[in-house]
Every structure is written in C-alpha cells, then in structure tokens.
C-alpha cells in the first residue's frame, strides 16, 4: 500500500486538442475520467455518514495554460460539450484557475488545477479530490468560509509556537493511553499561550474552514483508519521546514486533532456542526481546560519547549527570520516608500499559494505571487503584491511609463481591458479608472 502524499505533484499536461471534439480520447480525458469514478466511489462508500451528505457533485479539472475544462456534469447555460461522457469547454480570463469551490455559470462547482492533480498516488489524489469537494459542500455543513487572520505565524514567535504544538500533536497521534492524553494537553496548552499572546486571531476559526477540509480528506482517502495517525504524524514532522504557516497550518492542525478526537469518541463532528472549536471539544475530551494564567501558561510552555528538544527549531526559526527582516524591508521600500498603484477591492477575485509565507508590512500583508482579476483586467503578479488588512485595496509599484493595455513592470504583468487606464490620482498614487 502506498502511503506517501505528495501533494504538489502534478504530471505534466499537454494542451488538449481537437481529440476532444471528434471521437478521440486524449491520455488526458481517460485520467479525467477515471478520477471522477474514482471521486464518486470514495464518497459512495462514505454516503454522508462523516458529515451527513455525499460530497460528490459538479466537478471540473481545469488546465492552467490552455483555460481548457474536463467536467463531470454540463453547466446550466450550455457552455460544456457533452464528449464521451464527460462536459469539455473553456473557462473565462476573468476566472482564476485554483483548486477551490467556485460559482460559475449558475452552478456550484469543485475545480482543480490539472497540474496540481497527482498522477501516480492515488491517496493524495483522492485526499485533494475530497478536500474541495468538502469546501463545495461546507455551506450547507454549516461551517462558514474564512480567510486567515494569522500573519503572526509567519512572525517569530507565532513559528515557533506553532511548531511547538505539531511537535506536541505528532507525538500524541503515535502514544498510547495517557501519554496520548498528557501530549494532547501539552498541544491544547501551547496554542492557549499563543492565542494569549497574540489575541487578534481567527486561528480556530480557520481551522475549522481548512483543517476540517483536508480532515475530511484523510478519512475518505482509502488509507487504512489504522495507518492515519502514523501518517499524519509524520506530516506534522516533516513541517517543521515548512513557512507559509498563516494560511496552511490547518491543513495540519485539522488533521491531526480530528484523527485523535476519533480515538477518543464518536459524536463529535456534531459538535463542529454546532459551532464549537477543536480545541473546545479537547478540553472536553481530556476533562482539563488550559490554563489563563499568562505567567503559569509561559512557565508551561518554556518546559515543554525542553521536553520537545526545540532548540534546533528556535535556532532554525531565528536564521529565517533575520532573512525575513531582509525582505520586509525591501517591501517597505517598495510599497511604503514609492509610486504605488492603488487598485481598489470592488469585487476583485484573486487566487494565490497558501504555502508561500505572508511578510506583514504596515497595515496590510505582502503576497509573494496572486492573479488578480476584475472589471478593468487582470494582474499576474511575480514578486509582491500588498493587500491592506480591512481588504479594501491592494497596491502593486506604479508602472514607469506605459498606462494602457498590456503593462510589463518588474514583478508583474497588468492586462487591461479596452477602455481603462492607470491614472495619477496625486504625487506617488495611482489607480485604475475608466477612461
């Protein structure tokens, strides 16, 4: 049984061709079918017994390069050609390309990038596969959609405690009886100290958005239940490398208290239902609530970060950051200290890595890469872009010269659609406005 999980291996896609319209199958529409057999058959075998619903619905496999769709069912205005059992198209410019739940042409749909679809491990597959079928079906669950709040994970402190917890969680996943418990506590105890220390987070919040995804993901996979703890312990191990923690750390977190409240007892998905957090149903689960005390929780804390060896992660976390602090100044030159280009939030959609590692900066959090899209066009973006905290605008630097249609800038490319311009609303700002 093959348990690796390479989650960002994709096989390499060609453009599809005229095969689709004529009697051909290209290797590629027979992967695309056998994954959507494969899909519904997981989730037939679950029957809604996890969340009280079959996850299996609209889906659609997207090639990034050519926009080109596989989908398992027709959209409602008949932009998708019926061929060999599946529904072929193309999907708009203005729709970014990612593996999420996403509305489009009047249905609810689960799409996947094709090149971040493993080929050849059927359990990573099938675990992603059932992640965004999840996120498709998360409204009705009940479980609202958040984005993170949670930049502190990518600061010093806020790494190490999280690092901290997957050191405490890994362990917990592979003992037995009360050393499980006691390294349950130790987690539940090093995130109350965290949240204390930095108050202004939705860290269960998005836990239950993303952790409850991949969670899900994991039970449905085809692995063995009796493999699940080892399996997710060593991903817990192999993260501590890992940056990007604001917006993947549930992808961990998730999976592994959800393996362990199902050792403890069954029920509980009904108590995530009903709005509580993970870490709320494991202080039920152990009877032990963490502590309040921000002195007593620090005291805590600092012996468990001997019990857990971690000083080679302080050590580690420390070389980072000072690189870090490299970086955040570069950004602040770049967007706090020149020509910038203000594009206002007016129902843009953008779509970006989770892995990459949020640097804040100023009143707003510095993106590495994003596409950006709305009325006026679209934005790639290479190398920075800045989102302000309340989400009303994000700046790029101010082109050099050229205003309209195709604008190459280092670090991104903007797009704009006939009859918009970049404008100079004052010295140092610019925006984008209709002609």
């Not at 609530?289 to 050590?315: C, F, H, N, Q, W």
Request: glycine share 8%; aromatic share 10%; charged share 20%.
């Amino acid at each position: 049984m093959k348990l690796t999980l390479t989650l960002l291996l994709g096989i390499v896609a060609g453009m599809l061709n005229i095969g689709f319209l004529t009697g051909q199958e290209p290797a590629e529409l027979q992967s695309a079918k056998s994954y959507f057999l494969e899909l519904d058959s997981l989730c037939l075998a679950d029957n809604g017994d996890l969340w009280g619903m079959n996850l299996y619905g609209a889906t659609m496999f997207v090639f990034p390069d050519s926009r080109l769709i596989i989908a398992n069912q027709a959209d409602k205005v008949g932009k998708l050609v019926e061929n060999e059992g599946v529904f072929v198209g193309k999907l708009p410019d203005n729709v970014n390309v990612a593996n999420t739940s996403v509305q489009w042409n009047s249905t609810n749909w689960t799409m996947l990038n094709w090149e971040n679809i493993p080929a050849d491990d059927k359990y990573s597959r099938a675990k992603l596969l059932i992640h965004e079928s999840w996120h498709r079906n998360q409204k009705d669950i009940g479980i609202n959609p958040v984005m993170t709040e949670n930049t502190h994970l990518d600061e010093l402190q806020g790494s190490i405690l999280i690092k901290l917890e997957f050191l405490a969680l890994s362990q917990a996943l592979i003992s037995e009886n009360n050393d499980k418990t006691t390294h349950l506590t130790n987690a539940l105890n090093i995130r109350a100290h965290r949240q204390l220390l930095f108050p202004r987070n939705n860290e269960n919040r998005f836990e239950l958005h993303e952790g409850m995804a991949e969670y899900t993901g994991y039970r449905l996979c085809g692995i063995d239940r009796n493999f699940l703890p080892k399996v997710i312990s060593r991903q817990l191990q192999f993260s501590l490398e890992k940056d990007g923690l604001a917006n993947s750390f549930a992808y961990l977190t998730g999976p592994a208290y959800g393996v362990l409240f199902d050792e403890y007892k069954g029920g509980w998905i009904d108590e995530v239902k009903n709005g509580k957090s993970l870490p709320e149903i494991g202080s039920q689960m152990i009877s032990q609530k963490p502590a309040t005390d921000t002195a007593v929780l620090r005291e805590y804390v600092s012996k468990l970060m001997k019990l857990y060896g971690a000083d080679s992660l302080i050590a580690n976390e420390s070389r980072k950051y000072a690189f870090q602090q490299q970086l955040t100044k570069a950004y602040e030159h770049k967007f706090l200290k020149s020509d910038v280009l203000i594009i206002r939030n007016d129902h843009l959609q953008f779509g970006f890595n989770p892995q990459e590692k949020l640097i804040p900066l100023g009143n707003g959090v510095v993106y590495k890469t994003m596409r950006l899209t709305g009325e006026w066009g679209i934005a790639e973006v290479a190398d920075g872009i800045f989102r302000a905290n309340d989400w009303q605008f994000f700046m790029l630097p101010a082109p050099a010269g050229h205003f309209t249609g195709t604008i190459t800038e280092p670090g991104y490319t903007l797009l704009l659609n006939d009859g918009w311009e970049v404008a100079k609303v004052k010295d140092g700002k610019y925006t984008l406005r209709k002609k």
